[in-house]
Nanobody
Framework: QVQLVESGGGLVQPGGSLRLSCAAS????????MSWYRQAPGKERELVAL????????NYAESVKGRFSISREIAENTVYLQMNSLKPEDTAVYYC?????????WGQGTQVTVSS
């Protein structure tokens, strides 16, 4: 069964850090572009970070550049999002996405709340 399971979300104070995990099963993330998206209440889902399967190039939304870092651990078939210097505007449900030319998979999301 193909599955993406996010974890690591929670409540954190502004300026704090969280590390999100996306554990994949049923397929190998090595052959997929892996991304993190987020969606805040009343807003559209937006791309936060991307790592390509071909060259492992990374790309970030301007709003998180320098604060967030996407990475993958092939042996664990898991992608991570390290989030530092968190701001209240980072509050959202964060979703893991795996995409190839043939497939487009999504996780169920994990809630991140940044509040003092």
């Amino acid at each position: 069964q193909v599955q993406l399971v996010e974890s690591g979300g929670g409540l954190v104070q502004p300026g704090g850090s969280l590390r999100l995990s996306c554990a994949a099963s049923g397929f190998a993330i090595l052959s997929y572009h892996m991304s993190w998206y987020r969606q805040a209440p009343g807003k559209e889902r937006e791309l936060v970070a991307l790592i390509t399967w071909f060259s492992s190039n990374t790309n970030y939304a301007e709003s998180v550049k320098g604060r967030f870092s996407i990475s993958r651990e092939i042996a664990e078939n898991t992608v991570y999002l390290q989030m530092n210097s968190l701001k209240p505007e980072d509050t959202a449900v964060y979703y893991c996405n795996a995409r190839s030319t043939e497939n487009d998979y999504w996780g169920q999301g994990t809630q991140v709340t940044v509040s003092s």
